[in-house]
């Protein structure tokens, strides 16, 4: 492990910056499927080792497939407790303490959602990559990926790739020196 962890974000939104439509809708995902493009989600997920994941997000994967993170270490975080499983435990606590301790720890961690455990990420400077992709509908309304409240944070764009069916990804690391 690096002897510094880090905590990255890999995420879809809209173009106006919707990650699910009302009613928590995904379908806006699927105008961008195209066979065995992944967007460079497998090369991503190959480098993490730890998978934090908001109750929300957790139950609606559970609910739509399988949750696909079995062979890393997974934490849902939730007030609500829930079955533990290999891998994979509910945690009650302060996620920010959590994530500074798998940071310290070295862990490469993987925030897979939602919106409310990013924002706490995000109030306590603790995302230190981003990956968005944009997809190329404007839903007007639904679930932002950054809530109001959301501090200041600088972050340095590293690339800009653009995909034949329109998804744009921007890569972006923090940089505190801007």
């Not at 497939?65 to 829930?82: E, F, M, Q, W």
């Not at 990926?145 to 972006?172: A, D, E, M, W």
């Amino acid at each position: 492990m690096d002897p510094k962890g880090k905590l990255f974000l890999f995420i879809a939104c809209s173009l106006d910056g919707y990650i699910a439509a009302h009613d928590n809708n995904l379908d806006f995902l699927s105008i961008v499927e195209d066979g065995d493009e992944d967007y460079g989600y497998h090369d991503f997920i190959s480098r993490v080792d730890t998978v934090i994941v908001g109750r929300k997000t957790y139950d609606w994967v559970e609910k739509h497939a399988s949750y696909p993170h079995t062979n890393k270490k997974s934490y849902v975080i939730s007030s609500r407790p829930g079955e533990a499983k290999e891998n994979l435990q509910f945690y009650n606590g302060d996620v920010a303490q959590l994530v500074s301790q798998l940071k310290e720890d070295g862990h490469r961690i993987y925030c897979e959602g939602g919106a409310e455990i990013l924002h706490q990420l995000l109030v306590k400077d603790m995302v230190d990559e981003m990956i968005i992709s944009y997809i190329p509908v404007l839903l007007g309304g639904g679930t932002p990926l950054f809530k109001p409240g959301t501090p200041r944070l600088n972050y340095k764009l590293i690339s800009v790739q653009p995909f034949p069916k329109g998804l744009v990804q921007l890569k972006y690391e923090r940089d505190q020196y801007i």
